[in-house]
Structures are given as structure tokens and as C-alpha cells.
């Protein structure tokens, strides 16, 4: 079975200074793994996906991701805070058993200008 | 190319009573899947359906319901409401085939109070 891990429940990050949030995931084989972004109210919007092509996965507004296998992480990173990346964001991977998306708890990412 | 949508957006009802809601998917995509979303339990999967066929369950009891229609809308029913039924509902549009799963497409949910 799978699972994530969210390691911060919230970070907070000046305007214009880089963000990390981390993930780990548990799985015997490669997933299909996804971030996801929910600002409030509002649905969730596909950030980037990881499906085993490239290790290195670029996003939607500057997000980018590393899957390292070893260390099973999956952490989304940003070169520089922007005010309007306030929100909570889910790293999700794939169920294939179940046929599902896993969420963890997710990361509340404030950013203070 | 429209996205996912969901109807009605705010709905109040009372215990006991039931609910529908809606989902259109992206034109195209057979797969839809309903999540639940809470303060307390965070984002839980209900069910998904492909091609009018329910092809995948979670943990919910029975009286969350949905069906898939021939167009591959899809709704969702909860009878004899309760007040822990409170939620955010959202449903997810796939294509839902390929050996590797496809990203899924969030609607903007259905805000559920039940009193």
C-alpha cells in the first residue's frame, strides 16, 4: 500500500526568498506522483506530475520537483516566493491498487512580503 | 477546452435529508472521482466511475452513493444526511486509461452544510 508524508504542516517563507516543501512517500515500486495546489475555497490545480520519465519534473509557476528514489522523496521547490503562492499544497501519489489519489495532510504555505 | 464543473457550488440542507450533486468532466475524460474534504479527515477518497461502471470504492457507508452517466457526467447522492456529512465535495476528471495513471482535474467542489 502507499502513503505520504508531509513532513511541515506550515511553512512560512519571505516574498521572494526560496520555498521547499518536502515529501515522502512509501511504495515498493514507482509511482505516479503528483502535487497539487488548493487555494482557498477553490478546487485543486495540478502543480506537476511525476510518471517516471524524468527525475527532474518542471511545473506551473516556477514549481519544480525532484523524485529521488533512493531517499523516497518527492520534494517541490521554487527559486522565489511570490505573495500569490499562498495556499495549501498536496504531494499525491497514485494508488494503482486502489485506484485512488493518496492526500496527505497537506502544507499551508504562508509568505510574508 | 472547459474544465471540470460541478453544481450546485453551496448547498444547505438538513439531517435526514438527501442531496445530489453534480460533475461534468472535460470533454473527452471517462473517468470522474468524488473526494470528500474535511478540516478533521482532510481529502478521502468516495468512489470513482468509468464508463458508467463503478470501478473503485473507499471507506464510505452506503448511503453515499453515485452513478456515471452515457455522456460521462457523474453524480453524486447522500442520503439521511448527518452533520459530520458537512464537507467539501470535489470531483476529479480523468481519461482514465494507460498503464500509467493520467493526472486528474479538480472541479471546484460542492460546499455541503448540513444542519
Known amino acids: 500500500a502507499q502513503s505520504v508524508t508531509q513532513l511541515d504542516s506550515h511553512v512560512s517563507v519571505s516574498e521572494g526568498t526560496p520555498v521547499l516543501l518536502r515529501c515522502n512517500y512509501s511504495s515498493s515500486y514507482s509511482p505516479s506522483l503528483f502535487w497539487y495546489v488548493q487555494h482557498p475555497n477553490k478546487g485543486l490545480q495540478l502543480l506537476l506530475k511525476y510518471t517516471s520519465a524524468a527525475t527532474l519534473v518542471k511545473g506551473i509557476n516556477g514549481f519544480e520537483a525532484e523524485f529521488k528514489k533512493s531517499e523516497t522523496s518527492f520534494h517541490l521547490t521554487k527559486p522565489s516566493a511570490h505573495m500569490s503562492d499562498a495556499a495549501e499544497y498536496f504531494c499525491v501519489p497514485f494508488d494503482n491498487q486502489g485506484g485512488k489519489l493518496i492526500f496527505g495532510q497537506g502544507t499551508e504555505l504562508s509568505v510574508k512580503p | 477546452k472547459a474544465g471540470v464543473t460541478q453544481t450546485p457550488r453551496y448547498l444547505i440542507k438538513t439531517r435526514g435529508q438527501q442531496v445530489t450533486l453534480s460533475c461534468s468532466p472535460i470533454?473527452?475524460?471517462?473517468?470522474v472521482s468524488w473526494y470528500q474534504q474535511t478540516p478533521g479527515q482532510g481529502l478521502q477518497f468516495l468512489f470513482e466511475?468509468?464508463?458508467?461502471?463503478?470501478?473503485n470504492k473507499g471507506n464510505f457507508p452506503g448511503r453515499f452513493s453515485g452513478r456515471q452517466f452515457s455522456n460521462s457526467r457523474s453524480e453524486m447522492n447522500v442520503s439521511t444526511l448527518e452533520l459530520g456529512d458537512s464537507a467539501l465535495y470535489l470531483c476529479?476528471?480523468?481519461?482514465?486509461?494507460?498503464?500509467?495513471?493520467?493526472?486528474?482535474?479538480f472541479g471546484q467542489g460542492t460546499r455541503l452544510t448540513v444542519v
Open positions: 466511475y468509468f464508463s458508467e461502471t463503478q470501478r
Open positions: 470533454s473527452g475524460h471517462r473517468s
Open positions: 476529479a476528471s480523468s481519461t482514465g486509461t494507460g498503464r500509467i495513471h493520467s493526472e486528474a482535474f
